[in-house]
């Protein structure tokens, strides 16, 4: 049936419903504005992507209201979230709430910065004689003093009149209405540092590749900025930025960690001005949303942000930067799944700009299309400055014996480097005590009650806890069950920070993982007391690999270099080479040349041996030659379809019928390079008391795949599952568990 009722609007609601959903209206309403509408018993936050005359609903409920004047989202994002919703074949309801500020997800107006009233000379007054102005104020004291006053200022406040001219508004209007003063209303811009900015001197490469991005300006092409680690790749970005700007355009710069932005805020407000603010986590919803509206209006002339800022609405855009595009931070790992990378990359397509991968050590994805010519690739082969890359050393563990998790030649370099005054950066990338917990006499294990995974040992607090679900338990060091003193096997930060303490007790120790770092407060405070010189020895997570300078670290040690080296993920062996080729990049980073001590049970592996030589390209190679051989991303392409419940075989039962349906879709649809496997449980089968199964869809052709995933995911949305199983399609997963 066809309803006729007038102004009908399809709106975008925030629910997990594969549609919009038809509303009415008397009014005139922009695509892009948000509303509130009833929805069930609640009244949800929607945005409003389309209007007709008719619809196919009997009964159309009426919008409740309309929360702004303006619309939320610009005709270019709205385009780019539909595609969004529609490639990772998310609700598009969802997929807008995740792009607005959290604001903006709340049934509120669009709050409205703060604007001042300034005075300053009218420019008339300008072009009048002096002698004339005085003619006019020769009667009246307080307007020739407050005139003069504006005059010396340039530009006066009301908290600056206030102060310097008590009472000074009867004077004020009459200078308004004289045309000798202007009132204007002026956005009220937040206090921001603004750092000297430095000089910077481009190398030739450098400026080869800074041209190649300018020239670019103002149509759509996709760099990648491969540099080694010390090469300037950031001063490259800014270079390409400042003449983006001065084309009257804006920029966005998308960094992994938020752990970057402080010292990259700074660099890039001293090369561009104040007017770069920042996005990310670590900021409250106000200071966040202050950043979008800046951005939006056009006083913002850059955005640097974490992973979500790549939808921010700028109001003209001319370059976007993706810094470490490698990082697997970039990919959304629950709710809407995105990849911020590829998503920049789209957009920058879609809004005719370009935009620029930068790594030291690309994905495998970017690589792919720089051999099918989608990417354009620019080098930096050479580290700026004296400072040439650390020396890498092998530490084979099967001829020294580790005593906490180091061994003596790391101990022996570790102190040499630390009476010289150097730094030291102790990586293993284990947070706690001990990973492993087990009484030898019994055979009982520290394992977590909710999932399929052991509890770490964390000393200091005398607890052993769940890295994956939060859980925590107090026990004693020995066994519950029988009493017996626990074994403890293997090594965390803890572990090594306290084995590295009784050996140097006179040096300045900093922990640095999310344990030690538990607020943004907190890591900023310690990354700057190791760029103060402070700290002698770091011990750290992955946290210190992250695109740091820190010019007084001459020694990188890699307590455990064989993670990933036998991974069942497939992803493994290039995430593992990723990260110690970054955190060996902090080493030298001066004049002196540094040192990295790789400690690794396995010292024959070739990729171990690669690792030695910085040789990122051969590595690639290799792992994509074996990624061909086994039809694996980026030569392929993969979704893995999730469910999850407290039920174990309604979790199962979920997937199986799935796996039927794609079966038959497949058969009906003739999607012959499609294929499907059969459900299994997830690696880690038990997360926080609820059982997960998981559901591989691979194929060689990627409109294939999603030809198939689009009515699946209808089909798998109509599935009359209990109300305890959830699903999720990931497209392009990171993670395989």
């Known amino acids: 049936m066809t309803t006729n ?7 975008a609601v925030p629910v997990p419903l594969r549609r919009c959903f038809d509303y009415s209206s008397d009014l005139d309403i922009a695509t892009g504005t948000r509303v509130l509408v009833p929805f069930g018993q609640r009244n ?58 959290v604001l903006l997800r709340q049934p509120l107006g669009m709050p409205t910065p703060k604007f001042i009233e300034m005075y300053s000379i009218s420019p008339s007054a300008t072009s009048v004689d002096a002698l004339e102005i005085a003619t006019q104020l020769r009667a009246a004291p307080s307007q020739t003093k407050l005139f003069k006053l504006i005059q010396t200022q340039g530009k006066l406040s009301v908290d600056q009149l206030n102060s310097s001219f008590p009472g000074w508004r009867p004077a004020m209007k009459q200078l308004v209405r004289k045309e000798l003063v202007i009132k204007e209303e002026l956005l009220q811009l937040p206090v921001v540092d603004q750092p000297a900015a430095a000089k910077v001197s481009l190398t030739e490469e450098q400026q080869h590749a800074a041209t190649g991005i300018i020239n670019s300006l103002g149509g759509f092409r996709s760099f990648v900025l491969q540099g080694i680690t010390g090469s300037g790749k950031t001063e490259v970005y800014l270079e390409a930025a400042k003449q983006c700007i001065a084309q009257g355009k804006q920029v966005l710069f998308l960094v992994p960690e938020i752990s970057l932005t402080p010292q990259l805020v700074g660099r890039v407000r001293a090369q561009l001005g104040p007017s770069v603010y920042a996005m990310h986590s670590g900021m409250t919803d106000k200071e966040r949303y202050q950043s979008w509206w800046m951005a939006k209006e056009g006083y913002a002339t850059a955005i640097l942000g974490t992973r979500s800022a790549v939808f921010t609405w700028l109001k ?20 809407f799944r995105y990849h911020a990378r590829d998503l920049a990359i789209k957009r920058a397509s879609m809004e005719d700009i370009p935009v620029v991968l930068g790594s030291a050590t690309p994905s495998l994805e970017s690589l792919h299309n720089i051999k099918n010519k989608r990417h354009v690739p620019l080098q930096l082969t050479h580290r700026v400055g004296k400072a040439k890359l650390p020396a890498i050393e092998i530490v084979d563990t099967t001829r020294y014996p580790l005593e906490n998790g180091v061994s003596s030649p790391v101990l022996n370099e570790i102190g040499v480097a630390v009476e010289r005054g150097e730094q030291v950066i102790v990586y293993i990338n284990r947070r706690g005590y001990a990973p492993v917990v087990h009484c030898y006499e019994c055979g009982w294990q520290a394992a977590c009650q909710q999932c399929s995974a052991r509890l770490t040992y964390h000393h200091h607090r005398k607890q052993f806890r769940c890295h994956h679900c939060g859980y925590r338990e107090r026990l004693s060091e020995n066994c519950p069950q029988c009493d017996t003193p626990l074994y403890f096997a293997g090594a965390g930060t803890q572990r090594v920070e306290q084995a590295l303490l009784g050996k140097f007790p006179t040096a300045r120790f900093c922990r640095l993982d999310r344990d030690q770092a538990n607020t943004t407060r907190k890591l900023y405070q310690q990354l700057e007391a190791i760029q103060n010189r402070q700290v002698d020895i770091i011990v750290g997570t992955q946290l210190i690999t992250k695109g740091h300078d820190f010019p007084g670290v001459s020694l990188v040690c890699v307590i455990n270099a064989d993670q990933g080296l036998f991974s069942a993920d497939f992803r493994a062996p290039e995430f593992m080479f990723q990260q110690l080729l970054q955190v060996a990049g902090r080493a030298g980073r001066a004049e002196d ?42 030569v392929g392409y993969f979704a893995l379809l999730r469910s999850e419940s407290t039920d174990l075989h309604a979790a199962s039962n979920m997937l199986q019928n799935t796996a039927a349906i794609a079966s038959d879709l497949i058969r009906n649809h003739n999607l012959s ?38 009515p699946l995911a209808l089909e798998m949305e109509n599935q009359k599952a209990p109300r305890s199983v959830r699903w999720s399609i990931d497209v392009d997963p990171i993670d395989m568990g």
């Open 5 to 11: 009722i007038g102004k009908i609007y399809q709106v």
């Open 44 to 101: 949800l936050v929607g945005v409003v992507l389309s209007r007709s005359t008719t619809s196919s609903v009997d009964k159309i409920r009426p919008i409740g209201d309309v929360l702004d004047n303006g619309i939320a989202t610009s005709v270019r994002i709205q385009a780019l979230l539909r595609w969004a919703s529609q490639y990772y074949h998310h609700p598009i309801g969802e997929v807008i709430s995740a792009a607005l500020p």
């Open 593 to 634: 040349n540094g040192k990295v001590l790789l400690q690794t049970a396995h010292p024959a592996n070739p990729y171990i041996r690669m690792l030695t030589k910085h040789d990122y390209p051969a590595f690639a190679q290799a792992n994509m030659e074996e990624r061909q051989h086994a039809g694996y991303p980026p």
């Open 316 to 335: 003209d855009p001319g370059l976007i930067v993706v810094d470490e595009e490698h990082d697997q931070s970039y990919k959304q790992q629950d709710g």
């Open 673 to 710: 390079h499609v294929e499907v496997f059969s459900p299994v449980p997830s690696p880690m089968e038990k997360l926080a008391g609820r059982f997960r199964m998981q559901l591989l869809v691979r194929s060689p052709v990627r409109k294939q795949l999603h030809e198939l995933l689009a």
